[in-house]
Each structure stands twice: as structure tokens, then as C-alpha cells.
């Protein structure tokens, strides 16, 4: 069954099957006209994407991939393991206390666009993450001496995969007459390495400052 398909102009009407993805480069010089037409913004693509808000310009997508991947280098994204444990009432000596607990982390999604809303919850296929599990759950505790005066939490240090790329949305019926779409601005996805175990520290601060700040190095 033949399917009309909009890929910015580039190509008029194409068997489903025959659908590529534009290149980055063309998308972003040409996203202006793409979605002006008819209305339609990337945001209400963006949004009608599985997992999304959704729009009430346009129906639900099928689903949301990744194309035009580029990966980027690995980052290290720390998480704090339960409580944090305070000597903060005046004494002199250190306070032998337990810290961690159990926390989990998943695969995050984000959008490279300042368009004043929250896309938690989104779901786009494609990438490294189609073969790898996107939630680790962690239970981890250590014994710790809190220096007078300062404050500790527990921390992992989780290894993710970073891609970058577009969008291609898929809708079950056409959207001002075409099945595919594609947006211009990017998305970042981060995910978990399951295959790497995570770094732990202990996280220590001044007494009276954010104990759960990681940035917090008074």
C-alpha cells in the first residue's frame, strides 16, 4: 500500500518503505518552513510522541525513533544512596554512622530546545538503548566516621552512553497528509551501562549547606 510521506519538500510523495531520514544539516536549515506549515510545531511532534504530555493539535504518534545518531563520549552521573548523615550539634568528635540505602537509575531523554515545557516520560526508540536494559537498582551501604562539623551522603557514579539526533514520528493515521514526520531540533539520550559497575564515594559537606548538593564542596 502506498503512503504519502512529508520529509521537508526534499522528497513529494514516497512508498513507506522508501522513507529516509534527512540529514541533520538539511533539517536545520530548512525547519522553519517544515513547521510552520499547516500549524504543526516540533513541540506538538515532540509531544505526541509515546510516553509524552501529547498535543491537542495532533494525534498520538505510533512511535518516536532516533535517526541520524551521533554519539558522544560517555559521561559519569552521580546519584546519592539514601540519607544523608549529619555531626552537626556541636561536638568534638567524629559520629560513627552507616550510610546508602537503595536508589535506581533509567535511561533520560532531553530535548535541545528552550520550549518552556517538560517532555518527562517520553519514549524514543533507536540507539544503543534498543538492546540494552534502560533501569538499575541498587542497594548499598557502608560505615563511615563524620568528621565535627560536617555532613555525608553515599554516592554511585553510573557509566551512560550519550547519542544525539533527530526525530522520526510515526502516525497510524496521515497529519495533514503524510504517515512521517521529522524534526529539526535534536534530542540527547542517556543510558545506563549495564556492563560497567558504578563508582561509590562518600560525599562530604559543611554542616548548615545542601547535604544532597553534589556540587557542595564547602
Known sequence: ???SCFVASLFACLPL???????TSYIAKNDTHLFRRGGITEKDLLLSCPGAAGSPNVQRADRCTLVNIRNNPDQIKWKNIGNPQ???AGGTGPTHVTLGGTTSISKTTSVNANF???FDGISIGGGVDSSETKTQ???RSTEYDVPPGRQAVYTAGYTFHSQTGN???????????HYIWFT?????KLIPDNNIAPRFEVHESKCGTDPNDLNNHS
Do not use: H, K
Open 1 to 3: 500500500m502506498m503512503r
Open 184 to 188: 529539526g531540533v535534536t534530542v540527547t
Open 137 to 139: 537498582e541498587l542497594s
Open 116 to 118: 518552556g515545557i517538560s
Open 17 to 23: 518503505f522508501g522513507v529516509q531520514a534527512l540529514p
Open 167 to 177: 526525530v522520526q514520528i510515526n502516525y497510524g493515521d496521515r497529519v495533514n497528509g
Open 86 to 88: 549529619l555531626n552537626c
